[in-house]
Nanobody, 124 residues
Framework: QLQASGGGLVQDGGSLRLSCAAS????????MGWFRQAPGKEREFVGG???????YYANSVKGRFAISRDNAKNTVYLQMNSLKPEDTAVYYC????????????????????WGQGTQVTVSS
């Protein structure tokens, strides 16, 4: 089970940090991903963290967002800086087997478990 939190309303240029807490004993075996979905749009990949140390990001957030994980706390974080109105969406965390190839982990097909989503709204 995944529980996302930390969303809210922030001004253009502001920052937020999302957290995703996972239950279970095998958190360190999973690749973790963040996705977002704006109204009327498909769910899109934001970034991911491998089960080891690799991180990867969508071009639209590269240099502004950073993902980290704390395996001792079964938690993955999404630090979002320099937020823009176009970042407004519901953000979802997801977990998938860490053995999946990167190309799959860049899509929703790479993840088996999903959190409930947390709303991020960036005002202009």
């Amino acid at each position: 089970q995944l529980q996302a939190s930390g969303g809210g309303l922030v001004q253009d240029g502001g920052s937020l940090r999302l957290s995703c807490a996972a239950s279970g004993r095998s958190f360190s075996d999973y690749a973790m991903g963040w996705f977002r979905q704006a109204p009327g749009k498909e769910r899109e990949f934001v970034g991911g963290h491998s089960r080891r140390t690799s991180t990867y990001y969508a071009n639209s957030v590269k240099g502004r967002f950073a993902i980290s994980r704390d395996n001792a706390k079964n938690t993955v974080y999404l630090q979002m800086n320099s937020l823009k109105p176009e970042d407004t969406a519901v953000y979802y965390c997801a977990a998938g087997p860490g053995t999946r190839i990167l190309s799959t982990l860049l899509t929703t097909r790479g993840y088996d478990y999903w959190g409930q989503g947390t709303q991020v709204t960036v005002s202009s």
